[in-house]
């Protein structure tokens, strides 16, 4: 809107043409605009702009009052009897209020046409314009430009409701995604996952997880999207316990790799974790602390450098290039073999597509057998194979033949005739078939079938040489598969030998099962495993590790590796008694026996066999193996499997800790010997001293059900069994008996004394049937029936599930995240 100068003008003598109003009276003040006036800051507003600012109360009219302020705004100065007469004029009818059409006549008739015109950018007006037209002009301008802003508008809020509308979609998407996240992890929970409570003294459970669980031949999707929804799930349980301003670790977020897996055990050493999985064997974990001593000061580090892991760890993870070539090696020849596979049938679909002219020119560079494959079942007809092929006097109507093995035929007849008859040749007999195609359209049966009879003509010699070849390579399939049968006959007769002089396989090859490789970025690579279901069971003690497999008998073969010190790995033949093993190698002292059970302890091991047999290996310092004490009072080792004779007891369960066995016999009976400090045997306050043979643990005669022993650093736990019985006299109401827990050690570990074994004080103020038990270096746990983790002892970096400001967890407590 513009600033007017009011200028007196009579009404009779002006023209109806420049001036709209011509009802005034000769005395009524006209004002009309200065067309030379300045501007100010109204200037730029449109008539749609201005209706909004002077409708102050935004009710969508501009009333009396509102109009007395515009024209006062503008400078317009005439007498209220003009203002009112000018305001009925342009008010709306039965109302006392203009709308924006009035508003809109009112300010084309009060504004500088030729000025807002200029501005608009009309440049080009008539010279000798009346206002009228200049008015009219502005008219249509305006018009034009609301049609625009129209659009504009209705454009923006068209932009807006999509706006609005994908909106809505993404928080329809976030909604599905959380709501497969949620489906997905209930899926991967109901196949089984790992917690790692506690990052390890050194922080050797604490390493990145990898980026993705794919193999050379296995592509894994979505794992990414697994690790992301493991995180949310750890960090979750930590949230809950921020209210106690401690620092609280929570379950370790490397462990998605082991999720949906199927994981069966789960084994510890001092650097290694293994998870005995669906897939194989999977780990994570070891120690990256390497430094370089000086030579002149052997006690001084003089640098200190990050590597993977140290040589411990890497055995135990099983990190060496010369076990994984082999498997290398296989993936590696089934690839080169599919590979040529592929292209022998792409040549010879390219071939078959060629001939019907139906080979595109953007096929030339692919390597993709599965579309080519799909252009031929498509783009050719099953009657064309079956003309072509009975030209060549092979009928294959009512055969069955699909057209895949149709077009194998055709190609190598396309072969033979361009070997013998030559690319020209070739083409000859490809235009007489499109010729006796053609003719037979056209009805022309009598030439048709003449070509018909040259082209079989043509094809005899080669009929004949095809036959040939057919018979050569029949008798070549047949050579080939006597030989075959002639090489498994003499590898029988080797192994039949090597059975015989007592040779077995001393390591676990690829194709008998290879361990599948670590979760995380310190491992091996993962790989695809092979006949994993013949794993049965895995055990780990301090620096080595072993594992059951099921050979072709189902007889149960013993694989140890890790540090071979002490005889640990009771591999020991008196040439290689302290060469380590970084890949799990067969005892072959346990070749005749078949195992069903394992432990490792610190320096020893044991194994029971499906008889009852126990074998007991390894350092025997402090008795823990129970072969007897030394005459000259000195420890000493026993570097192959031994057995244990333990009189009219045979053995289910057995356990090593660091310096002391346990084992449960069949009727029930549990046996301990080894060191007893701290009252780890159970045996007794004053019989806390090293017992080198075996001793019936008395005090636990009336338990005669016992299912499981964990022999820890310092303790010993034991477990007996649970049945469900039922209460009231009512068979259809059942409860869990049993499980009852009963744990032998020193104060400093558990809390209180326990020099026999006896239940601790929590269980018997909670009395809860227990269905697991584990003992650690320093801590132990239990599972209750209900799926409750109890954890208590040293809680080093977090290890019982308690804040880390929490250094000893003095009871059982529960893992409440």
């Given at each position: ?14 023209d109806?043409?420049?001036h709209?109003?011509?009802?005034k ?6 004002l009309l ?8 800051e ?8 201005a209706?909004?600012?002077f ?5 969508g ?7 007395f ?12 009897e003009?203002?009112?007469r ?11 209020t203009?709308?924006?059409n009035g ?5 084309l ?12 950018g009309?440049?080009?007006?008539p010279?000798?314009?009346?206002r ?7 008219e249509k ?10 659009l504009?508008?209705a ?12 909106q ?14 949620l ?9 089984g996952q790992?917690y ?5 003294a ?14 050379p ?5 979505g794992f ?9 799930r ?5 949230a ?15 462990t ?8 069966r055990?789960?084994?510890l050493?001092d650097?290694?974790i ?9 780990s994570?974990?070891?120690s ?8 002149d000061q ?6 200190a450098?990050s ?6 760890s890497?055995?135990?993870?099983m ?14 020849e ?9 292209l022998?049938?792409?040549?010879k679909?390219?071939l078959?597509?060629?001939y019907y002219?139906?080979w595109?020119a953007h ?5 993709d ?6 252009h031929?079942?498509?783009k050719?007809?099953y009657?064309?194979?079956l003309h072509?092929?009975?030209?060549r ?5 009512g055969?069955?033949l699909?057209k895949l093995e149709?077009a ?5 007849d396309?072969s033979?005739?361009k ?9 000859e ?6 010729e006796v195609?053609?003719?037979k ?11 018909r ?5 043509r094809?005899?010699p080669?009929?004949?040489e ?7 390579e ?9 030989n ?18 007592g040779e077995n ?10 361990m599948s ?12 495993p ?10 780990a003690?301090s620096?080595?590790a072993a594992?059951?497999?099921?050979d072709?008998?189902?007889i149960?073969?013993?694989?140890t590796w890790g540090?071979?010190?002490?005889g640990r790995?009771?591999?020991?033949d ?7 093993n970084?890949y ?19 320096s020893?091991?044991a194994?029971?066999s499906?008889n009852?047999?126990?074998?007991l290996?390894?350092a ?5 193996l129970g072969?007897?004490k030394?005459?000259?009072?000195k420890g ?12 009219a007891?045979?053995v ?8 002391h ?6 009727s029930?009976?549990l ?21 080198h ?9 009336h338990e005669t ?10 303790t ?11 209460t ?5 109401v059942k409860?869990v008996?049993g499980?009852?827990l ?8 558990l ?9 601790i004080?929590?269980l ?20 209750t ?5 109890f ?11 308690q ?11 529960k893992?409440?995240w």
């Amino acid at each position: 809107m513009r600033r007017f100068i009011s200028r007196r003008r009579d009404t009779s003598k002006s023209d109806d043409s420049t001036h709209p109003d011509t009802s005034k009276s000769s005395g009524d003040s006209i004002l009309l605009p200065d067309e030379d006036s300045e501007v100010d800051e109204n200037s730029c507003l449109s008539p749609k702009d201005a209706f909004h600012k002077f409708d102050t109360d935004s009710s969508g009219d501009i009333d009396e009052d509102e109009f007395f302020h515009l024209l006062q705004s503008v400078g317009i100065k005439g007498s209220e009897e003009y203002q009112e007469r000018l305001f009925r004029k342009y008010v709306k009818s039965k109302s006392k209020t203009i709308d924006y059409n009035g508003f809109k006549s009112a300010w084309l008739l009060l504004g500088n046409p030729k000025q807002e015109l200029i501005e608009r950018g009309v440049d080009n007006l008539p010279k000798f314009a009346t206002r009228y037209q200049l008015v009219r002009l502005l008219e249509k301008t305006l018009d034009h430009e609301e049609r625009l802003d129209a659009l504009a508008k209705a454009e923006a809020d068209r932009y807006q409701r999509l706006r609005d509308r994908k909106q809505v979609r993404e928080q329809y998407i976030q909604k599905a995604k959380a709501r497969a996240g949620l489906e997905l992890g209930a899926a991967l929970d109901a196949l089984g996952q790992v917690y790692v409570l506690g990052k390890g003294a050194h922080g050797q459970f604490s390493g990145a997880p990898k980026p993705e669980m794919s193999t050379p031949s296995f592509q894994q999707m979505g794992f990414d999207l697994m690790q992301t929804l493991w995180e949310e799930r750890v960090e979750g349980m930590v949230a809950k316990r921020r209210s106690e301003r401690s620092i609280h670790h929570g379950a370790n977020s490397n462990t998605a790799g082991v999720w949906g897996r199927q994981p069966r055990k789960v084994v510890l050493t001092d650097n290694i974790i293994l998870a005995l999985t669906d897939i194989g064997l999977l780990s994570w974990g070891g120690s990256s602390n390497w430094h370089n001593i000086s030579n002149d000061q052997p006690g001084q580090i003089v640098s200190a450098r990050s590597m993977q892991t140290t040589p411990r760890s890497s055995a135990l993870l099983m990190n060496n290039e010369r076990m994984h070539r082999k498997h290398l090696d296989i993936i590696q020849e089934e690839h080169n073999e599919k590979f040529a596979k592929s292209l022998c049938e792409l040549g010879k679909l390219e071939l078959v597509l060629k001939y019907y002219s139906r080979w595109p020119a953007h096929f030339d560079e692919t390597n993709d057998v599965d579309m080519v494959r799909d252009h031929v079942l498509t783009k050719i007809s099953y009657d064309q194979f079956l003309h072509s092929l009975l030209l060549r006097g092979k009928p294959c109507e009512g055969t069955g033949l699909s057209k895949l093995e149709m077009a194998d035929m055709l190609s190598q007849d396309i072969s033979l005739e361009k070997e013998m008859l030559g690319e020209g040749g070739h083409r000859e007999l490809c235009d007489i078939e499109w010729e006796v195609i053609d003719l037979k359209k056209r009805n022309k049966t009598k030439l048709s079938n003449s070509l018909r009879l040259q082209f079989q003509e043509r094809w005899v010699p080669l009929g004949k040489e095809h036959k040939k070849r057919a018979m050569a390579e029949e008798q070549r399939k047949d050579a080939e598969r006597r030989n075959n049968r002639n090489k498994q006959v003499k590898d029988y007769e080797k192994w039949c030998i090597h059975k015989a002089n007592g040779e077995n396989v001393s390591v676990l090859e690829q194709n008998d099962g290879l361990m599948s490789g670590s979760i995380t970025t310190r491992g091996g690579d993962i790989r695809t495993p092979r006949g994993v279901a013949q794993y049965l069971d895995v055990a780990a003690g301090s620096n080595h590790a072993a594992i059951i497999v099921h050979d072709e008998r189902e007889i149960g073969r013993l694989y140890t590796w890790g540090l071979s010190s002490l005889g640990r790995l009771g591999q020991g033949d008196g040439n290689h008694l302290f060469k380590d093993n970084n890949y799990p190698t067969f005892v072959k002292e346990l070749e005749h026996a078949s195992i069903v059970d394992m432990s490792c302890g610190q320096s020893h091991s044991a194994c029971v066999s499906s008889n009852g047999t126990l074998f007991l290996w390894g350092a025997g310092s402090s008795g823990q193996l129970g072969f007897g004490k030394m005459l000259d009072g000195k420890g000493y080792c026993c570097t192959i499997p031994t057995k244990l004779p333990i009189s009219a007891c045979k053995v289910k369960k057995v356990s090593c800790g660091a310096c002391h066995t346990a084992c449960i016999g069949r009727s029930g009976e549990l046996y301990v010997w080894g060191s007893g400090d701290g009252g780890r045997l159970g045996l007794g306050r004053d019989q806390m001293g090293t017992h080198h043979t075996p001793t019936l643990v008395d005090s636990l005669s009336h338990e005669t059900i016992l299912t499981d022993v964990s022999c820890g650093t310092s303790t010993t736990l034991l477990l007996t069994a649970t049945e469900n019985v039922g209460t009231h006299g009512r068979r259809s109401v059942k409860r869990v008996t049993g499980g009852r827990l009963f744990v032998a050690g020193p104060k400093n570990v558990l809390g209180a004394s326990f020099p026999s074994f006896g239940e601790i004080e929590f269980l018997k103020k909670n009395p809860v049937p227990v269905k697991g038990i584990g003992a650690g270096y320093s801590h132990q746990c239990f599972i209750t029936e209900a799926g409750e983790l109890f954890c208590w002892g040293h809680n080093k970096n977090g290890c019982c599930g308690q804040p880390e400001r929490t250094k000893f967890v003095p009871e059982p407590t529960k893992v409440d995240w």
